[in-house]
């Protein structure tokens, strides 16, 4: 695959192998995959597929055995592991489907902390929180801990954290899984009304076929390989 320098992300031929007992397990098998600026794409599959694992590359959070990925055109592969950490700090963003915000913090604290560890301000980071929370329906909510919020909240506080650094390409592993339907759904239509509007490209694991015929492609892969690309059906 040529490379597309305009491209918010590229996966050239991408391997990620496994040795599970005295056999050799290929979860990815030579997956090829181009995300344009603003673009959304929904990843799916069985489980056990290795959309996680897609993941993990595509964010820079696994190495692959063999192949490529490009973020911005440029080749990750060449970057040291704290080039790696600097470019995932400053350009992606995640969202799983357990929200990880730690919970001696506030939910403002949570959406805090990636900005003051790529060394923003405390006074700007916490400005900037503040807006994030309030954007997505959470103002009033700021100063509690994530015990104190219900699942749905939890999952758009991780939404605005995932936001915090003004990333170019957001991940999302099942970022409803863990919801009922009607808070879901909530969370969903939020989640996409944001990526449109600051025009994130975005790539969305889910088992959800609702979900990913709402994205703009849905990817579906099985056996290490992406089978099929295609435009979603509204």
């Known amino acids: 695959m040529a490379q597309s ?3 918010a992300l590229e996966l050239s031929g991408v391997r990620r192998i496994f040795r599970q007992g005295g056999a050799l397990l290929r979860v990815l ?3 090829d995959l181009v995300l344009e600026p603003g673009e959304t794409v929904a990843l799916t599959g069985p489980s056990g597929a290795g959309k996680s694992t897609l993941l993990h590359v595509a964010g820079l959070l696994e190495r692959p055995d063999e192949g490529s990925v490009f973020v ?3 080749d990750c592969g060449r970057l040291s ?3 790696r950490t600097l470019l995932r700090r400053s350009r992606l963003g995640f969202v799983y489907q357990y929200h990880h915000l730690l919970p001696e913090f506030s ?3 949570n959406v805090m902390l990636p900005q003051m560890i790529a060394g923003v301000p405390r006074r700007t980071a916490r400005e900037k929180a503040a807006a994030l929370l309030k954007g997505v329906g959470l103002e009033a909510r700021a100063e509690h801990r994530p015990a104190r919020l219900s699942g749905g909240e939890q999952q758009r506080v991780a939404i605005a ?3 915090a650094n003004d990333p170019k390409i957001l991940f999302a592993d099942e970022p409803t899984g863990n919801l009922d339907h ?3 759904e909530s969370v969903l239509t939020l989640l996409l009304d944001l990526v449109r509007r600051t025009r994130l490209a975005a790539l969305v694991a889910t088992h959800n076929l609702e979900l990913a015929r709402r994205l703009g492609r849905i ?3 099985e056996d290490g390989r992406l089978k099929e690309v295609f435009r979603a059906q509204a």
């Open 161 to 163: 954290r995932a936001l």
């Open 219 to 221: 990817a579906a892969l």
């Open 81 to 83: 592991d704290e080039g």
């Open 5 to 7: 320098r305009t491209a």
């Open 182 to 184: 009607a808070t879901g």
């Open 107 to 109: 939910a403002l604290e």
């Open 72 to 74: 911005g055109g440029e």
């Open 29 to 31: 098998d030579g997956v």
